[in-house]
């Protein structure tokens, strides 16, 4: 899973029911992946400013999160 990524993974996140994982790439995308699966659920494009993703997490209720660090969540 993070082999496959050509950037810098900067967090992860496993969801509450272990099934998905979250991806924060250096270049600001965001991929979703399945624990079994070998290719992305989704991938979010990146911020439109270009800055990392420096965390990413999922809430008790599987809501995610990511933050760039300087904007907040979203």
């Known amino acids: 899973l993070l082999n496959s990524h050509a950037d810098q993974v900067l967090a ?7 099934r ?6 250096s270049d ?3 991929s979703l992946w399945d624990r079994d699966g070998e290719a992305p659920l ?3 494009p ?6 990392d993703l ?3 997490a999922f809430t008790s209720d599987t809501v995610l999160f990511a933050n760039d660090g300087r ?3 979203r």
């Open 54 to 56: 420096w965390s990413v």
């Open 28 to 30: 600001g995308t965001l």
């Open 46 to 51: 990146g911020t439109p400013n270009g800055r």
């Open 71 to 73: 904007n907040g969540l």
């Open 42 to 44: 989704c991938t979010v």
């Open 20 to 25: 998905t994982i979250a991806a924060a790439l």
């Open 12 to 18: 992860v996140a496993v969801s509450p029911n272990g």
